[in-house]
């Protein structure tokens, strides 16, 4: 019986270790490529970029193309009408 005890404890101890070799190893590297991605600093440097984008598009007399306008406003007229219809 303590035989069988040690042969299940070194299975098990086995798969935890190609466990956290194989998926482990996986799920830490996504782990740590999502927090990098959405680090503060990154966060504030899109912040800033957006705000500048927007204010340089101030400054320009027509801000869409018209194509671009006139996709937009089909999108909000198709939403407008779905809104109505609830």
């Given at each position: 019986m303590?035989?069988?005890v040690y042969k299940v404890l070194t299975v098990c101890l086995f798969f935890f270790?190609?466990?956290h070799l194989?998926?482990?190893y996986t799920i830490k590297t996504f782990e740590t490529r999502f927090y990098n991605t959405f680090?503060?600093?990154k966060i504030i440097f899109?912040?800033?970029k957006i705000l500048k984008e927007m204010s340089n598009s101030l400054e320009k007399e027509k801000?869409?193309?018209e194509e671009d306008s006139i996709i937009i406003n089909k999108?909000?007229?198709k939403i407008?009408?779905?809104i109505k219809i609830k």
């Open positions: 303590k035989l069988f270790i190609l466990f194989t998926f482990g680090s503060k600093q899109i912040k800033e801000i869409l193309k999108f909000l007229i407008i009408d779905e």
